[in-house]
């Protein structure tokens, strides 16, 4: 079993910045696809963005592409996001997931696709 812990949401002004972390405990998600989702109410969750084993390969969604930069650091059993120019749409709460993945090269964008998830932390970017 994998558990991981989000932190490093919270309120933040338009144009700020936030660091999300991701830690996992159980076993090492060094041979894991990590990614992070964001849900807001009534809506799906929907991914941000996505890593491989390595962080070599990566996958961000339209609306993080170019402000958001996913990492991890294997050595911490460790996933982050970093979220800059932040906008009152990015307001939800962020996931972190965690999938088996056979290959370095493979990111998982499904939300399926994943089989373990963090409790969630939320953002809000006020305007």
């Known amino acids: 079993q994998v558990q991981l812990v989000e932190s490093g949401g919270g309120l933040v002004q338009a144009g700020g910045s936030l660091r999300l972390s991701c830690a996992a405990s159980?076993?090492?998600?060094?041979?894991?696809?990590m990614g992070w989702f964001r849900q807001t109410p009534g809506k799906e969750r929907d991914v941000v963005a996505a890593?491989?084993?390595?962080?070599?390969?990566?996958y961000y969604a339209h609306s993080a592409k170019g402000r958001f930069t996913i990492s991890r650091d294997n050595a911490k059993n460790t996933v982050y996001l970093q979220m800059n120019s932040l906008k009152p749409e990015d307001t939800a709460v962020y996931y972190c997931?965690?999938?088996?993945?056979?290959?370095?090269?493979?990111?998982?964008?499904?939300?399926?696709?994943?089989?373990?998830w963090g409790q969630g932390t939320q953002v809000t970017v006020s305007s």
């Open positions: 890593i491989g084993w390595s962080g070599r390969s990566t």
């Open positions: 997931a965690a999938a088996i993945t056979p290959f370095e090269v493979v990111v998982r964008t499904g939300e399926s696709e994943y089989e373990y």
């Open positions: 159980g076993r090492t998600v060094s041979n894991y696809a």
